[in-house]
């Protein structure tokens, strides 16, 4: 058994609340700490480094002052993409509208031509950099969404691309079938129409190659409809997905729906109003903000305070996409979602980690505790708090993935 240590200060995060706000009075935070590591990749034991070395057959010794957190996750990506939107960034601080964006070629859809247009080992060569800035950041559990294919090849193609990713890179990759992203312009039918069509022909493909266990749907005006997208998502849970929805980004209503269905998650929520604030937080699923949408859109924070207060199980991911979420930081969003909404460090680190990793049904990681995979980021200072005071610009100096260095 490997001792990794001593650490300034380990912040575990064990022994907290699922649910709820929480004071940064009830963090553990354990001095000149120890993480003692087994064979596996699983946490031994985690404490004083001086009674854990009397375990340990090897020590890796820290030098310096340095932090360890468990790593993060961000439980909501779409980082597979071809393209870029930086124009539709451009009209849109400029005051244009979306229809005037995009009728000039922006949007969803321009995402979605150049995504098609690209073979997969195109694809797969922009997906690596952005996975391999994510681990950089401390991110080792990476949700990545479909949904810019839109069609039975296209979005096999993404998912087969996410798939074999996973042969590059130590971190753990989760893929959602999104599509249901919004109806493609060349599809001759309905809305409703394109979603029976994917539940016939996209999503048993998906299951027959083990693609993705989970299907997302993005409920608005501009998308999909209440009441079809509820149907649709009866049906990939009866086929026996897990389901998480875009919900309630620009018009409220569709969190209600997430809940009613059972959803892991629901995801965005900046139009959530009050009594539907109160309905999800008493639920079973994840209210997941997204403030690089935002900061993206310039558009209001998720309600997080309002939702933590409430006693909801409140996640915090980046949505790095190429429209309305293209920086990728999480760790500078989490932070500023933090100064406007007033969270507690223990809120926002619980929010990118063992809450982040119960919007995505995982519960093998998130804190560091005895069993759990021992994913830990290690930063170069003797304080914590640095982390978020820093707003994302203090980087880890390690990451740590099954307890060897990513
Ligand atoms: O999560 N809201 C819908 N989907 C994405 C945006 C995707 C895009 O603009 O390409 C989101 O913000
Ligand atoms: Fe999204």
């Known amino acids: ?52 070395e009397r375990l340990a057959s090897d020590v890796e010794r820290i030098e310096g ?38 009728a000039a070629g922006g949007g969803i859809w321009s995402s979605v031509q150049h995504t098609r247009e690209a073979s997969e080992e ?13 681990v950089r950041l401390g991110i080792t559990t990476i949700e990545i969404k479909s949904g810019y294919g839109l069609n039975k090849v ?3 193609k993404m998912l087969r691309v996410i798939a074999s990713a996973k042969k590059h890179t130590k971190a753990s990759l989760i893929s959602t079938c999104l599509a249901a992203h ?49 149907l649709f998502l009866q049906k990939a849970k009866a086929m026996g997905f897990e389901v998480t929805v875009h919900a309630d980004q620009f018009t409220p209503g569709s969190s209600r729906i997430a809940v009613e269905v059972g959803a892991r998650s ?24 997204l403030p690089g949408a935002s900061l993206g859109l310039g558009e209001p924070f998720t309600p997080a305070r309002k939702l933590l207060d409430a006693g909801g199980i409140l996640a915090i991911a980046s949505d790095w996409n190429p429209g309305s979420a293209p920086m990728g930081n999480l760790v500078t969003q989490a932070s500023i979602l933090a100064t406007y909404e007033k969270l507690s460090t ?6 990118m980690t063992y809450r982040a990793v119960h919007a995505l049904g995982l519960d093998d ?42």
């Not at 493609?184 to 266990?213: M, N, Q, T, W």
Request: charged share 25%; proline share 4%.
């Open 182 to 230: 919004m109806k493609p312009k060349d599809f001759e039918g309905s809305p409703s129409d394109y979603l029976d069509y994917v539940l016939r022909e996209i999503l048993p493909e998906v299951k027959a190659e083990g693609l993705s266990d989970r299907v997302d749907i993005f409920i608005e005006k501009s998308a999909f409809q209440p009441q079809e997208s509820l």
């Open 266 to 289: 629901a995801d965005h929520l900046e139009a959530t109003v009050a009594e539907d604030i109160a309905f999800l937080a008493s639920s079973e699923t994840v209210a997941v903000a």
């Open 154 to 156: 296209q979005e096999l």
């Open 122 to 134: 195109e694809l797969l060569a922009l997906l690596l950099p952005r996975i391999a800035s994510l």
């Open 1 to 52: 058994m490997k001792l990794i240590g001593p650490f300034k200060q380990i912040v575990p995060l064990r022994h907290l609340p699922l649910r709820g706000k929480l004071e940064d009075e009830q963090l553990e935070v354990i001095e000149n700490g120890g993480i003692l590591v087994a064979e596996d990749g699983r946490i031994e034991r985690v404490g004083a480094f001086s009674d854990l």
């Open 65 to 102: 002052d340095k932090v360890a957190l468990p790593a993060y996750t961000d439980c909501h990506t779409h980082i597979c993409f071809g393209g870029n939107r930086a124009n539709d960034f451009a009209m849109r601080n400029a005051g244009k509208s979306y229809l005037e964006i995009a």
């Open 365 to 406: 990681r998130g804190i560091l505790d005895a069993g759990k995979k021992a994913d830990f980021v290690v930063y170069d200072t003797d304080n914590f708090q640095n982390v978020l005071y820093q707003q994302g610009q203090l980087w880890p100096s390690m990451v740590y993935m099954d307890g060897c260095k990513g």
């Open 346 to 351: 223990a809120e926002v680190l619980a929010g």
